[in-house]
């Protein structure tokens, strides 16, 4: 060996021939190829196989697999030094160790894997310091992770709005039941209101949990459950919110257009529908959210976002942050986004339906509508947004938060604002058109009949009357204010 190494040296001497340098390498890859092929033939012979090497032909993985074996075997000293492979494939060789100096590579040592010794080139070695000899030089960068966080003011100031929304919300609680016997309330369905104001709390209550993240709850399993909760307060928000307005709106539809057709049988809706009506469609969110969580649930997950600038290339920084995620998101997030967009539209649609009805108390048109537009026109705006900016957690939650207060408190008060107002100004009945002999006669008809003279201590006895009665005879007045609306308007 050590002759072909002197021949070949003196057949390349001072000739530049490109890549001489791999050469070597180049035959001791040859000659391993040769041994290995060598022993396989041996074993072969020796272990009685019917196959040769001449059989071989690229798919028969008996012969592949003698190879692969007698590969592992071979170690000889070639041109580049000892030549050996370990179980992966990979040369057990000399490792040679160089260091930069003044912008140079020089060999400062040799590194033997079959005696595990080291050999330096000098006494000193490496000289493991930077410019100035006062700091050993990292090997690799290191890895700062630095997580995300909402910023803990921004999360307060949130939080100080959506409780003032909250309380605005009990407000028009407390004022539905204080004048609950108000004809500008009762007309307008004081229960269905209170169900309006309780959808808004959701929604107001889901920007508290949308801003917990790991900085505020440490725990992982928490975690999980702030997001299910998250999902939870949305989506029942939204329906006990649109839900409340939709279908009061579609018994005026349903009563004006049952009057407007001439027909005289009389329609009449109770609240007791409307909140059944209300029910199904919590029991289908129910449903879809029960199937989601638990087939495919929510979990918290660390995401990672992308790289910041950095000035020191010693210094890798990984930025990550708390989110949720599932399998099949998109396709949930898409089921539930289409039945509640079908739901908007048919709001869209009652709106339309009822915007000839010329009694305030009743007809909320005007202010489903408004309602219906905010929340599409917030939504087109701010899923882009979030989508493009997903990475900026304080910019998303600060977002979030502040379309979803502001849609919800403008739709709370289009419904409450202009009740409050009517009570406060005292228009209702003061300046109203009188109605026909007929519609007198009927809403008459829905006082109970009582002697000439009423004396003091049959008043409970005849308001407690008037209160069972009210709510059948309230459908007959609906429609026949509807006949002259229509006669109005025709």
């Not at 029991?283 to 990672?304: G, H, I, R």
Request: aromatic residues 12%; contains cysteine.
């Amino acid at each position: 060996m050590p002759e072909v190494i002197e021949q070949y040296d003196m057949s390349v001497r001072g000739k530049n021939y490109p890549g001489t340098e791999y050469f070597p390498y180049g035959y001791d890859a040859a000659y391993a190829v040769a041994l290995a092929l060598n022993a396989s033939h041996t074993w072969l012979r020796e272990n009685g196989s019917a196959l040769r090497l001449e059989d071989y032909n690229y798919v028969t993985p008996e012969m592949t697999q003698v190879f692969l074996d007698q590969m592992d075997n071979v170690s000889y000293f070639g041109a580049t030094g000892p030549v050996s492979f370990d179980k992966t494939g990979d040369r057990i060789g000399l490792w040679v160790i160089e260091q930069v100096f003044n912008g140079t590579d020089a060999v400062v040592g040799y590194y033997d894997p079959f005696s595990a010794t080291f050999t330096w080139e000098n006494s000193t070695g490496i000289i493991f310091a930077d410019i100035d000899g006062t700091s050993v030089p990292i090997d690799a960068p290191l890895e700062v992770v630095i997580f995300h966080y909402i910023s803990l003011p921004l999360y307060i100031a949130t939080c100080a709005f959506a409780t003032a929304g909250v309380l605005a919300a009990f407000a028009f609680l407390y004022f539905n039941y204080r004048f609950r016997e108000k004809r500008v309330v009762k007309l307008s369905s004081p229960r269905l209101n209170n169900v309006i104001a309780v959808g808004c709390m959701c929604c107001y209550a889901s920007v508290y949990v949308f801003g917990l993240d790991g900085n505020l709850v440490p725990s992982r399993a928490a975690l999980d459950a702030v997001c299910k909760i998250r999902a939870v307060f949305l989506t029942y928000g939204f329906t006990l919110l649109f839900g409340g307005l939709l279908t009061k709106t579609w018994r005026v539809s349903v009563i004006f257009a049952s009057a407007g057709r001439g027909d005289t049988k009389r329609v009449n809706i109770k609240d007791q529908h409307l909140f059944a009506i209300i029910a199904m469609n919590l029991m289908l969110d129910t449903v879809l959210l029960a199937a989601w969580m638990t087939l495919f649930p929510l979990k918290s997950v660390v995401l990672n976002l992308p790289e910041p600038p950095q000035d020191d290339d010693d210094i890798i920084v990984v930025a990550r942050a708390d989110g949720c995620d599932s399998r099949h998101l998109m396709v949930f997030m898409s089921v539930i986004y289409t039945y509640k967009g079908m739901q908007l539209l048919y709001g869209a649609f009652l709106a339309w339906e009822t915007r000839k009805v010329k009694v305030v108390e009743l007809n909320d048109s005007q202010y489903i509508g408004l309602s219906i537009y905010n929340v599409f026109i917030l939504c087109a705006i701010g899923a882009p947004i979030v989508s493009i900016v997903d990475n900026q957690k304080d910019f998303v939650f600060a977002v979030v938060a502040t379309f979803t207060i502001f849609g919800t408190s403008v739709t709370l008060a289009f419904v409450s604002v202009p009740k409050i107002l009517q009570l406060k100004n005292g228009s209702v009945g003061h300046h109203a058109t009188a109605a026909p002999p007929h519609v007198q006669e009927k809403a008459l008809a829905v006082l109970p009949s009582t002697s000439s003279m009423i004396h003091t201590e049959d008043i409970p006895r005849i308001l407690n009357e008037f209160e069972i009665c009210i709510e059948d005879k309230l459908n007959i007045l609906i429609a026949e204010t509807s006949r002259i609306s229509y006669g109005y308007c025709s």
